[in-house]
C-alpha cells in the first residue's frame, strides 16, 4: 500500500507560476506510474499529467501543454507538477495519484491510489 499527500496549492494571479508536490509512503515509488489530475465545480475530473516509472515518457492534456510539466524524483518518493502561465480555467482541486500501470501514459490508465487534494485558484 501507498499513501500520497499532495501540497502547493494556493491563490496566483493570472500569468504567474505554482509548483505542487506529491510524497509518498510505503512501497518505493518508483514502481507506480504517477499522474496529476484536476477537478472544477461542476466538472468532471480529467487527467492533466502523467510520468511514467523511468521518467522517460509524459502524457500531457491538450489544455496544459507547454504550460505545465511534470517530473519524478523517486529517490525522494516525491512527484512534482511545476504550473506556469496559469489562467483562471486552471482553477481546480489538483489530486496527485498512483498506478502500477507501465509504459506510456494516457487517460485509460486506471489509477489505485489518490492524494487528499490542494486546492489552485488562479485570480484574474
Same mark, same amino acid.
Request: proline residues 3%.
Given at each position: 500500500?501507498?499513501?500520497?499527500?499532495?501540497? +502547493?496549492?494556493?491563490?496566483?494571479?493570472? /500569468?504567474?507560476?505554482?509548483? #505542487?508536490?506529491?510524497?509518498? $509512503?510505503?512501497?518505493?515509488? &518508483? %514502481?507506480?506510474?504517477? +499522474?496529476?489530475?484536476?477537478?472544477?465545480? /461542476?466538472?468532471?475530473?480529467? #487527467?492533466?499529467?502523467?510520468? $511514467?516509472?523511468?521518467?522517460? &515518457? %509524459?502524457?500531457?492534456?491538450?489544455?496544459?501543454?507547454?504550460?505545465?510539466?511534470?517530473?519524478?524524483?523517486?529517490?525522494?518518493?516525491?512527484?512534482?507538477?511545476?504550473?506556469?502561465?496559469?489562467?483562471?480555467?486552471?482553477?481546480?482541486?489538483?489530486?496527485?495519484?498512483?498506478?502500477?500501470?507501465?509504459?506510456?501514459?494516457?487517460?485509460?490508465?486506471?489509477?489505485?491510489?489518490?492524494?487528499?487534494?490542494?486546492?489552485?485558484?488562479?485570480?484574474?
Amino acid at each position: 500500500q501507498v499513501q500520497l499527500v499532495d501540497s +502547493g496549492g494556493g491563490l496566483v494571479q493570472a /500569468g504567474g507560476s505554482l509548483r #505542487l508536490s506529491c510524497t509518498a $509512503s510505503g512501497r518505493t515509488l &518508483s %514502481t507506480y506510474m504517477m +499522474g496529476w489530475f484536476r477537478q472544477a465545480p /461542476g466538472k468532471e475530473r480529467e #487527467l492533466v499529467a502523467a510520468i $511514467s516509472w523511468s521518467g522517460g &515518457s %509524459t502524457y500531457y492534456a491538450d489544455s496544459v501543454k507547454d504550460r505545465f510539466s511534470i517530473s519524478r524524483d523517486n529517490a525522494k518518493k516525491t512527484v512534482y507538477l511545476q504550473m506556469n502561465n496559469l489562467k483562471p480555467e486552471d482553477t481546480a482541486v489538483y489530486y496527485c495519484a498512483a498506478t502500477r500501470s507501465f509504459g506510456v501514459p494516457t487517460p485509460e490508465n486506471v489509477y489505485d491510489y489518490w492524494g487528499q487534494g490542494t486546492q489552485v485558484a488562479v485570480s484574474s
